[in-house]
């Protein structure tokens, strides 16, 4: 089950950039589980991971050895069908033979060789089977593998995300392309499942940095599924400056903002094909609100709301139970909220206002407005100017089956 159209769109290569996706037989014998991306020599690197106290042994490896090859990556290595979380020292030391095959495979150093896991957390690694197919993942790299990778980095979800946009500055152009993963334990909280994005464009490590937070901050920070931040999120955006132009430093300058919008167009495009791929989802969902005296406190309502089990049932089954929505706002820690200033739509209804429902508002109009795949919810606080949107789905049957037999 899934929201909108499964067809993914043309992915343009990126010069320098080369992708294989190969079965190393993680969980499913056969299954393509195991991508390996390529990046030219010179290219800066730059990388969001997750915030979980609990993170894996892959992003601690990826986030030391980003620090000690100086932003510059050669290698990303990923594999699906096991998170190796939770296992310890063990799992580090699974970590870096994976690494060290790869190095030793390409005459690299391991620090130039950043490791990704996804799957079921607490299992151990059978490094192996993913050591044995780095071989075959060097003979299949190609330009044009983004397709492919999109498909091998999957785990619950049931289509392949990917976007790619071109654009024009002084007369060059340029590309970004992007393809992400995730279904399920997805509240980022950084940025998302996992995310992989790279730019033809020449850009300083310390600028493409602050391009992918910028992006992550309003695109993959901004969507939930379940609430869920996973121990295994990582975004990474690849630079590979084969597009020649003069090495940016600057993200204010034209070319900056021209970049950096480019950046955040395709990881906006990925956040939301994540939500509409949530397990089990029937509903795209965008809570947006408006009015607030800081952004932060309208993140608090429209991410209660998103997160309300009341709220994403009611959605599931297009029922406009808009008292759930009234106690969602209520309990999202805005101090001195007047609830009498108000209003709450679905999509274009009014459903509240005054403290109550709205004189306008009939059942028969809210399950209009709550029949369609995608559904806008919007609270108009009237307190501030500062805004601010979320995007969700609803709980289905599904997510509950999925989950309930996620290890069986």
Not at 12 to 41: C, F, Q, W, Y
Not at 49 to 63: D, G, H, L, M, S
Not at 99 to 109: M, P
Request: proline share 3%.
């Amino acid at each position: 089950m899934a929201v909108g159209e499964a067809s993914l769109p043309e992915l343009h290569p990126v010069a320098g950039i080369r992708l294989a996706t190969v079965s190393a037989g993680i969980k499913t014998p056969g299954r393509n589980d195991m991508v390996l991306i390529e990046a030219v020599e010179g290219a800066s690197c730059a990388g969001v991971f997750t915030q979980n106290a609990f993170c894996a042994a892959p992003v601690v490896v990826a986030k030391s050895h980003l620090k000690q090859c100086g932003a510059q990556a050669r290698y990303l290595l990923v594999n699906t069908g096991n998170a190796n979380a939770g296992t310890g020292e063990q799992g580090l030391e699974a970590a870096l033979t994976c690494v060290s095959a790869v190095a030793e495979f390409s005459g690299l150093s391991s620090s130039e060789i950043l490791p990704f896991s996804t799957g079921v957390i607490g299992e151990p690694l059978p490094v192996e089977k993913i050591v044995s197919a780095v071989p075959a993942a060097f003979a299949g790299l190609q330009e044009d593998g983004w397709a492919d990778a999109a498909s091998g980095i999957l785990t619950t979800d049931t289509r392949p995300k990917g976007a790619s946009i071109r654009f024009s500055h002084e007369g060059e152009e340029f590309v970004v392309t992007g393809i992400a993963k995730g279904a399920g334990m997805i509240r980022p909280n950084m940025a998302t499942m996992l995310a992989y994005l790279a730019t033809d464009a020449a850009v300083e490590a310390g600028a493409l940095q602050s391009i992918l937070s910028n992006a992550v901050e309003t695109t993959f920070n901004r969507i939930t599924i379940d609430g869920d931040t996973s121990t295994n999120d990582a975004c990474v955006l690849l630079a590979t400056g084969q597009a020649g132009n003069s090495l940016l430093t600057d993200i204010a300058c034209e070319f900056g903002r021209s970049l950096s919008d480019a950046v955040e167009e395709v990881c906006l495009v990925l956040a939301q094909e994540l939500v509409k791929d949530g397990e089990g989802a029937s509903k795209f969902v965008s809570v947006r609100v408006n009015g607030g005296d800081s952004e932060q406190e309208c993140l608090d309502v429209a991410f209660t709301i998103s997160h309300s089990p009341l709220v994403k049932t009611a959605l599931f089954a297009s029922d406009p139970n808009w008292g759930r929505l009234l106690a969602a706002i209520g309990r999202a820690g805005v101090p001195d909220l007047d609830v009498d200033r108000i209003g709450v739509y679905l999509n274009d209804t009014l459903i509240a206002e005054n403290g109550c429902r709205a004189d306008s508002y009939t059942e028969e109009l809210g399950v209009i407005a709550m029949t369609p795949e995608e559904i806008e919810i919007r609270v108009e606080l009237n307190r501030g100017q500062s805004t601010a949107t979320v995007w969700t789905s609803d709980f289905s049957y599904d997510y509950v089956r999925i989950n309930a037999e996620y290890r069986t």
